[in-house]
Nanobody, 125 residues
């Protein structure tokens, strides 16, 4: 079993920065692959950043602005959000699962079993 507990988020003006944290506990095998997702009202949940043993990947809309990282010693996952835009607003979730064999995990929510409780990010213009 895995437990993901999120913190951070809140409100920020466009162009500002915000950071999210996700405390990880449980079976480390099921946290080899981790990601951040977001969901705006009326929209589907979308993956924004993924991290595995080969590194970090980002959806195109956040490249160069967001940074995903993990501190295994502290059992933490982070998302640093810089130069935020109003369209970055939404509920953000951390997620994890065991990494698949033979291919890299992707940005689809069905690829992840474990989820944080969500935290709201609001970017005002």
């Amino acid at each position: 079993q895995v437990r993901l507990v999120q913190s951070g988020g809140g409100s920020v003006q466009a162009g500002g920065s915000l950071s999210l944290s996700c405390a990880v506990s449980g079976d480390p095998h099921n946290t080899d692959c981790m990601a951040w997702f977001r969901q705006a009202p009326g929209s589907e949940r979308e993956g924004v950043a993924v991290i595995d043993d080969e590194g970090a990947r980002y959806t195109e809309s956040v490249k160069g602005r967001f940074s995903i990282s993990r501190d295994n010693a502290k059992s933490m996952l982070y998302l640093q959000m810089d130069s935020v835009k109003p369209e970055d607003s939404g509920m953000y979730y951390c997620a994890s699962d065991a990494c698949p064999r033979g291919l890299r995990i992707g940005f689809q929510d069905f690829e992840y079993i474990y989820w944080g409780q969500g935290t709201q990010v609001t970017v005002s213009s």
